[in-house]
């Protein structure tokens, strides 16, 4: 298949409306939300592994507004897809390209991360309330728990795009 621009954005259109279709499968069977976040954001990597930044970056706002409108504007539930899984296989890419030397990379993807988790916390807090226990201790337990999902988020990635591009090949 040629890399035209036609077959670039209806490979984008596609990978958006299953992106789309997962978030709303998992918001209506309410079990496993970060399963759904995790392959609803899966479903970029052909498209990164085709180098198509713009269009992946388009599809990513393509599936926040189509999500949102999906699940009744439920911002909470869309949410962690647009501040910690959804941009991330863009970011995955972008820093490959942009950045020399994997040390300064990862610390780059970890505090992107680690910054959307804050994000979905402060976002939470103004809408659910705090405890005088999460006041204490939500910031450590943001820190180890975004430093263990991001490293295994991080491998994931790599790995899908490893594989998808060992069969693009093909």
Same mark, same amino acid.
């Not at 890399?3 to 954005?9: E, L, Y």
């Not at 970029?44 to 992946?56: A, N, T, Y």
């Not at 995955?92 to 610390?107: E, F, H, M, Q, V």
């Not at 910054?115 to 910031?139: A, D, P, Q, S």
């Given at each position: 298949?040629?890399?035209?621009?036609?077959?670039?954005?209806?490979?984008?259109?596609?990978?958006?409306?299953?992106?789309?279709?997962?978030?709303?499968?998992?918001?209506?069977?309410?079990?496993?939300?970060?399963?759904?976040?995790?392959?609803?954001?899966?479903?970029?990597?052909?498209?990164?592994?085709?180098?198509?930044?713009?269009?992946?970056?388009?599809?990513?706002?393509?599936? !926040?507004? $189509?999500?949102?409108?999906?699940?009744? /504007?439920?911002?909470? %539930?869309? &949410? *962690?897809?647009?501040?910690?899984? @959804?941009?991330?296989?863009?970011?995955?890419?972008?820093?490959?390209?942009?950045?020399?030397?994997?040390?300064?990379?990862?610390?780059?993807?970890?505090?992107?991360?680690?910054?959307?988790?804050?994000?979905?916390?402060?976002? !939470?807090? $103004?809408?659910?309330?705090?405890?005088? /226990?999460?006041?204490? %201790?939500? &910031? *450590?337990?943001?820190?180890?728990? @975004?430093?263990?999902?991001?490293?295994?988020?991080?491998?994931?990635?790599?790995?899908?795009?490893?594989?998808?591009?060992?069969?693009?090949?093909?």
């Amino acid at each position: 298949m040629r890399n035209t621009a036609s077959n670039n954005m209806a490979l984008s259109s596609i990978c958006a409306a299953l992106s789309t279709a997962l978030l709303t499968i998992g918001f209506y069977l309410g079990i496993g939300d970060f399963i759904w976040y995790f392959a609803a954001s899966f479903v970029f990597v052909p498209m990164i592994c085709k180098r198509l930044l713009k269009e992946s970056v388009c599809a990513f706002f393509v599936v !926040t507004v $189509l999500g949102l409108i999906m699940v009744g /504007f439920n911002y909470i %539930y869309i &949410l *962690p897809f647009f501040v910690i899984f @959804g941009y991330y296989p863009m970011l995955y890419y972008w820093s490959l390209i942009k950045i020399k030397g994997n040390a300064l990379r990862k610390i780059i993807k970890l505090l992107a991360f680690e910054f959307g988790m804050f994000m979905m916390w402060r976002f !939470t807090y $103004l809408f659910v309330g705090e405890t005088e /226990f999460l006041e204490k %201790y939500m &910031l *450590p337990i943001l820190l180890v728990v @975004g430093i263990v999902l991001f490293f295994m988020y991080d491998f994931i990635i790599m790995r899908l795009i490893a594989i998808c591009n060992y069969y693009m090949q093909k």
